[in-house]
């Protein structure tokens, strides 16, 4: 395990790599800090990890972690170890000997196949294969294309694509009238109704939120149910920035939630700049301009099974559009597992476009 001064290094080798990218959004110091911290980030209760750091006359040029999440590995019945953090000078080498490390890791832990990139933080996962502009919204990963080259130099191959679309009022978007019509009828036919986030009972709405998304998420590639210590953990971090009409519920007959959808205010808009803090002035920044900002990532959105295939997507992204709406709109719906052909045709059908793919990769390393 790297030592304070060695974790310190890693964690600040991205500030230094693309301190002169436009396009790079620099995540808050204290944020990535916790996500190697136990106790901050209950995901590391159930994973084993390696951090592993590339030095070049004393200097570290390149990062790598390898972890086994063993909940995940459970749930998927196959030993798939992980990898991400990875940071790599444009040089072959370089990346074959941080690949290599991270595969022996894992290799040595058991693992047969080794999949990336991959974090600590939930559905933070992919390299950007296209669509590098505009800038990260919040929570998204970010890297320089050669990155991509590298991974399949070294033998990774695709695994799994994630697609990216976006909506933009400023640039004309309205829903679709087909669609108005449709989620009309849908909500009179199941009489289901959506509502916002009760901002005062917000325990017992994280409670809900775990049980619909451990419930309608489970058929997705690469999912594994998060603990109730993970989900409220993640629900702290959020509350300070969530906007409760962005946060919806929906609701059938006798009240029983059977979905929901969560976009975050895309709070990569006001930190872009502060270098990863917050002192001395951009606290201020932040707190100014969170109740303005007019921009989102739709995070999740969920339905229970016994109510796939009934249009009640569609009704839920129509109450989110509608509860979010201002002439400013702009929202990146990230991401889309790329097989799921119904949630492909149903964003495409409510006019949003194409706007990134994430690429995930595994390799054999047994």
């Known amino acids: 395990m790297l030592s304070k001064k060695e974790l310190n290094a890693f964690i600040n080798l991205p500030y230094r790599i693309y301190r002169d990218d436009p396009l790079w959004v620099e995540p808050l110091r204290s944020q990535v800090r916790a ?70 890791w894992l290799r040595a832990k058991g693992m047969q196949r080794m999949r990336g990139p991959w974090s600590f933080v939930s559905q933070e996962w992919g390299a950007v294969l296209d669509g590098f502009s505009p800038p990260p919204v919040v929570m998204s990963p970010y890297n320089p ?3 991509n080259e590298q991974f399949n130099r070294f033998g990774l191959q695709k695994v799994k694509d994630l697609l990216v679309y976006y909506i933009d009022a400023r640039e004309g978007y309205s829903i679709p009238d ?90 990569n808009v006001l930190i872009k700049g ?38 009640i997507d569609s009704l839920i992204y129509r109450a989110l559009y509608e509860s979010c709406y201002n002439p400013d709109l702009r929202m990146e719906i990230n991401y889309v597992l790329e097989d ?17 793919i994430y690429r995930v990769y595994e390799m054999a390393i047994s």
């Open 35 to 104: 996500q190697f911290n136990h106790r901050a980030n209950p995901l590391l209760d159930h994973c084993d990890f390696q951090l592993f750091s590339l030095y070049e006359r004393g200097k570290v040029i390149g990062s790598i972690a390898a972890f086994i999440d063993l909940l995940a590995v459970d749930y998927w019945q196959a030993p798939i170890g992980l990898f991400g953090y990875y940071e790599c000078p444009p040089d072959q080498n370089a990346a074959n000997l941080l690949l290599s490390s991270a595969a022996d």
């Open 145 to 147: 294309p050669f990155y």
């Open 178 to 267: 087909r669609i108005l019509t449709l989620t009309d009828k849908v909500a009179q036919r199941y009489g289901v109704r959506v509502r916002p986030m009760d901002s005062a009972n917000f325990d017992q709405e994280v409670q809900s939120f775990i049980a619909l998304s451990n419930r309608s998420l489970a058929p997705n590639w690469g999912f594994s149910p998060v603990t109730d210590d993970e989900v409220r953990a993640m629900a702290r971090d959020m509350k300070a920035i969530l906007h409760p009409k962005a946060v919806l519920f929906a609701e059938d007959r006798e009240g029983q939630p059977i979905g929901f959808a969560i976009a975050l205010p895309d709070i």
């Open 274 to 311: 502060l270098n990863g803090r917050l002192l001395p002035f951009g606290w201020l920044k932040l707190l100014r301009g969170l109740p303005r900002l007019n921009q989102y990532r739709m995070f999740a959105l969920g339905v229970v099974p016994e109510y796939h295939g009934k249009g």
């Open 340 to 356: 799921n052909a119904p949630m492909n045709n149903a964003i495409l059908k409510l006019g949003a476009r194409p706007l990134r």
